[in-house]
T-cell receptor, first 113, second 111 residues
C-alpha cells in the first residue's frame, strides 16, 4: 500500500548505536502503530498513537521510544541498539472510530551486529 | 489484555484441497477479526474480515466463521492453489482499541 511508507527499508547497524525508523502516511488516519515481527512470534505491538497528543506503550516497548511529529508521521527510535532488536519492523495505520482494518507499510529490516 | 492463539503453525496441503486455520481469543469484548496474508518479504495484506454481529463471511475461495460464545474464529480456503502459499495471520480488535495478532500459520500448497 503506497499510502504508508517507511524509511529506511533496510538498515545494518552496530550495538550501541542510535537508530530512527520513520513512517509516513497519506491516508489521513489518526491512529498509527509500530510492530516488530520475528519468526514464529507474529506481530508484536511496540507503541501506538491514537492522535498526535496520545502515545501509548505496547506489549514490548522496553528499549524503544517514539515520536508523533504530525498526524502523518510516526517515528520509532532505538536509543542504544542491541542484537536482539534485529527484526522486521512494520508501521501501520487505521481510522479512528471505525472498525477498520490496519494498513501496513512495507517494513524495515533492521540488523544489529 | 487480549490474547490470540493460532493453530496450526504450519499447514501443508495438496493443490485443490481445503485449508483451515483456527484462532481463539480471550477478550469477550473484541468485536472485529481480520485475517492477513503475508507473502515472503512483503507486508501483511488484509484478505477477509468479520465483525462480531456476523457468523460467517465468504469471498470467492476464502471464508471466515466466528463463534462468539466459544471465542474462536476460523479461516477456510477451498480449492487451494500454489499462489495461496504464504503466512496467514489472524487478529482481534480488543476493547482497548488495539489489534492482537496470532503467531501466524505457514501454508504450503504443493502441486
Amino acid at each position: 500500500d503506497a499510502d504508508v511508507t517507511q524509511t529506511p527499508r533496510n538498515r545494518i547497524t552496530k550495538t550501541g548505536k542510535r537508530i530512527m525508523l520513520e513512517c509516513s502516511q497519506t491516508k489521513g488516519h489518526d491512529r498509527m502503530y509500530w510492530y516488530r515481527q520475528d519468526p514464529g512470534l507474529g506481530l508484536r505491538l511496540i507503541y501506538y498513537s491514537f492522535d498526535v497528543k496520545d502515545i501509548n506503550k505496547g506489549e514490548i516497548s522496553d528499549g524503544y521510544s517514539v515520536s508523533r511529529q504530525a498526524q502523518a508521521k510516526f517515528s520509532l527510535s532505538l536509543e542504544s541498539a542491541i542484537p536482539n532488536q534485529t527484526a522486521l519492523y512494520f508501521c501501520a495505520t487505521s481510522e479512528t472510530g471505525a472498525l477498520d482494518t490496519q494498513y501496513f507499510g512495507p517494513g524495515t529490516r533492521l540488523t544489529v551486529l | 489484555g487480549e490474547n490470540v492463539e493460532q493453530h496450526p503453525s504450519t499447514l501443508s496441503v495438496q493443490e485443490g484441497d481445503s485449508a483451515v486455520i483456527k484462532c481463539t481469543y480471550s477478550d469477550s469484548a473484541s468485536n472485529y477479526f481480520p485475517w492477513y496474508k503475508q507473502e515472503l518479504g512483503k507486508r501483511p495484506q488484509l484478505i477477509i474480515d468479520i465483525r462480531s454481529n456476523v457468523g460467517e463471511k465468504k469471498d470467492q475461495r476464502i471464508a471466515v466463521t466466528l463463534n462468539k460464545t466459544a471465542k474462536h474464529f476460523s479461516l477456510h480456503i477451498t480449492e487451494t492453489q500454489p499462489e495461496d502459499s504464504a503466512v496467514y495471520f489472524c487478529a482481534a480488535f480488543d476493547s482497548w482499541g488495539k489489534f492482537q495478532f496470532g503467531a501466524g500459520t505457514q501454508v504450503v500448497v504443493t502441486p
